[in-house]
């Protein structure tokens, strides 16, 4: 969304819109328009400006704002994108080798 680094499908954060307002949704499957943004901060600094609300078809009110800031504020800069495009398929589950 108005980025155009290619990155890791799973580097990507999907942001989905509710009721009480935009919320991360790290199923990826929850109900509602979503929204995809790179999990690194400066490309929700650029969507927190105008594209996030155009592609939730949605205003973003102040807590909303807040409430992204808040999560956004956990996220890796730039500087760790080389990192996040080599992240490797989750191994939750699945066996470990002795
Ligand atoms: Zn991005």
């Known amino acids: 969304m108005g980025c155009r680094q290619v990155l890791a499908k799973r580097a ?3 942001i989905v819109r509710t009721e009480e307002g935009p919320r991360v949704d790290p199923t990826g499957k929850a109900a509602g ?3 995809y943004l790179h999990a690194l901060r400066s490309c929700w600094e650029k969507g927190l ?5 155009y592609a939730l078809k949605t205003e973003l009110t102040e807590p909303d704002r807040e409430f992204l800031r808040m999560f956004m504020a956990r996220l890796p800069d730039e500087a760790d994108e080389a990192d996040l495009a080599e992240v490797k398929p989750d191994q939750e589950g699945a066996e470990r080798p002795m």
């Open 12 to 14: 990507l954060v999907r």
């Open 33 to 35: 328009r979503g929204a």
């Open 49 to 53: 400006k105008g594209p996030l609300a």
